[in-house]
């Protein structure tokens, strides 16, 4: 795979023309949604005239159609924005063309991020990069495979619950979910507003930090943006590490538990310090997401009308158009998780289980704290199998859900996450580590995963 | 584990809570869906929480202030406006009310 610092110092067009051919070569696998070829080429030419200059200038990259883009449309691949032109950027998207990169698309997903799989898309499943048959993951599908093809050499995503990191297990790419608050949510649509992140996969640790470094930092139209504290590194002596053993059981299959132990003996001979603790709440995790989420989910997309933007419904009275429009513009599991979160936030239920899961998130917290007093970092399987089959999991959303019982943890707690490639299973399908971090030590996790490489 | 019992009536009640008009053939499969995930979120019940403050956020930010200044964030009305599905008179259409 490509790495960013083969496309710097060349001619942008060519690296431009070479991205959109390689999107057109890979259609099968439906990592992409729409190519903004015009505006691309336009930006190329005029980095290649000089006009557009910075630490980027001609690096094609690809952002997931959920973040606001010039050029073309943003579709958050649902049906109810099929057709929507933003009038702006999101702050991601302006921070890497201020250093001269160019968006060539948007990359598919699960319909507002909402799945593990890029089935949910209104407009097909993205297939995996080693398997045509298996899914991509998600929600960040797209993303993960189109570097995982080679497209670009690194994409935007946003985690909200892993969605950046099982994508990048299941296709072999690194994937970042930084602490919250690193990158600015603004102009990305939301999911939910006390998990989503705003992070990058790529093809290895070193162009995700660079990355990472760009599009960090306070922005004053995110109130939830941490001062800037990303700055790149490298491993600075032996870290200590903790194995949840939680996330070791029979219920993980085999060759992923195979996988992390085989990172987990490259770490030890590096001269890291690798034990196993405990996480005893891990099992809860998933239980609290389901409650939280949904019901930020729920008043996100309250927006979605009708009546402002996007598709509008044909009605005779205002209650019927919003009804309408909203039934014909979601997913399935886009209703299912808009009608958890009403059910979650009914007046009776709010106390049983909204402010329930928020107790026990405090709880998860405090022992994610008390396991940072002793150790630097932890480290998990990303995804409890490999990339599944198509179809596999579509009539079963507990089995779905499932998939993100490793990732949610971090998600919940707001700390920061990364997925590492750590081998492939029999059937040559990626399998991912997860190393967890304390807040704001994301770069510390990619310098230890760099020197693993 | 107690399991929810949800009803058809239950589930029309929270997709109109949702804003939400479901086709018919949509209420059989959300209500078992339903059913399931509230049946798995509900084993949070385990868990003594007594005298746990609840976590809303997780920035460690508090008051973030900003000066009373209007922005327009680079956005104009027309733009706004040219999003709409119906239009007249720079006003955004809509079917009546009542």
Redesign the interface.
């Known amino acids: 795979m490509s790495t960013i610092s083969d496309f710097i110092g060349v001619s942008a067009r060519e690296n431009v023309e070479k991205a959109i051919a390689k999107a057109h070569e890979s259609e099968s696998f439906h990592a992409i949604l729409s190519l903004t070829e015009a505006r691309a080429l336009e930006r190329a030419d005029a980095v290649d005239r000089g006009e557009i200059t910075g630490s980027l200038a001609g690096v094609p990259f690809i952002a997931k159609d959920n973040f606001l883009t010039l050029g073309g449309t943003t579709t958050a691949a649902s049906k109810i924005l099929e057709n929507?032109?933003a009038?702006?950027q999101a702050t991601a998207i302006e921070k890497l063309e201020a250093e001269g990169a160019i968006c060539i698309g948007k990359a598919n997903l699960d319909a507002f991020a909402h799945g593990g799989s890029t089935e949910n898309s209104a407009y097909g499943p993205t297939k995996n990069a080693f398997d045509q048959e298996r899914v991509a993951g998600g929600s960040s599908g797209g993303s993960a495979v189109a570097v995982a093809l080679d497209i670009v050499p690194f994409t935007l995503g946003t985690d909200t619950g892993g969605s950046i990191r099982q994508p990048a297990s299941f296709n072999g790419v690194v994937g970042v979910k930084p602490t919250?608050?690193t990158v600015s949510r603004y102009g990305v649509v939301a999911m939910a507003s006390?998990?989503d992140t705003i992070g990058v996969l790529a093809t290895n640790a070193h162009d995700a930090a660079l990355i990472m470094d760009i599009i960090s930092g306070r922005d004053?139209?995110d109130?939830?943006t941490?001062p800037d504290f990303f700055t790149p590194t490298t491993i600075e002596g032996t870290k200590k590490i903790g194995v949840i053993k939680e996330a070791m059981t029979d219920d993980v299959d085999p060759e992923v538990r195979a996988a992390a132990d085989a990172y987990i003996e490259k770490l030890r001979a590096a001269g890291h310090t690798v034990e196993e603790v405990s996480l005893s709440l891990l099992k809860?995790a998933?239980?609290?997401y389901?409650?939280v989420v949904p019901a930020e989910i729920?008043s996100n997309l309250?927006r979605y009308?009708?009546?402002?933007?996007?598709?509008?419904a044909e009605?005779?009275?205002?209650t019927?158009?919003?009804?309408?429009s909203?039934?014909e513009g979601?997913m399935?599991e886009n209703?299912?998780r808009?009608?958890?979160?009403?059910?979650?936030l009914?007046s009776g239920f709010f106390d049983?289980?909204y402010?329930?899961?928020?107790?026990?998130?405090?709880?998860l917290?405090n022992e994610f704290n008390e396991l940072f007093n002793t150790y630097d970092m932890l480290l998990t399987p990303v995804s409890p199998t490999p990339a599944f089959k198509i179809g596999e999991n579509a009539n079963d959303?507990?089995k779905m859900?499932l998939e993100d019982v490793m990732t949610v943890p971090a998600s919940?707690?707001?700390l920061p996450a990364i997925s590492v490639p750590a081998g492939t299973s029999a059937a040559g399908l990626p399998i991912g580590v997860q190393l967890i971090g304390k807040?704001r030590d994301d770069a510390a996790l990619l310098a230890l995963a760099e020197s693993m490489e | 584990m107690n399991m929810t019992q949800i009803s058809d009536d239950d589930?029309q009640h929270?997709?109109q809570?949702?804003?939400?008009?479901?086709?018919a053939d949509?209420v059989a499969?959300?209500r078992t869906?339903?059913e399931?995930?509230?049946g798995?979120?509900?084993?949070?019940?385990e868990?003594d929480?007594t005298g746990?403050?609840?976590?809303?956020?997780?920035?460690?930010?508090e008051n973030?202030w900003?000066d009373d200044v209007v922005?327009n964030?680079?956005?104009d009305k027309a733009?706004?406006l040219?999003?709409?599905?119906?239009v007249e008179a720079a006003q955004?259409k809509?079917?009546?009310?009542l």
């Open positions: 929507f032109e009038p702006l919250y608050g006390s998990t004053t139209k109130a939830t941490l809860y998933l239980a609290i389901y409650i729920s309250g009308d009708g009546i402002r933007y996007g598709r509008r009605a005779a009275t205002l019927e158009l919003y009804g309408a909203r039934d979601f399935a209703k299912r808009i009608m958890i979160g009403s059910y979650v009914s049983a289980y402010l329930q899961a928020q107790k026990v998130r405090t709880l917290i959303p507990i859900y919940l707690a707001g807040r | 589930v929270l997709a809570l949702s804003n939400l008009q479901l086709g949509e499969s959300l869906d339903l399931n995930i509230i798995y979120i509900q084993q949070l019940d868990l929480t746990v403050e609840p976590t809303y956020q997780v920035t460690d930010l973030v900003r922005d964030y680079g956005i733009s706004l040219k999003l709409a599905p119906a955004i809509v079917p009546k009310v």
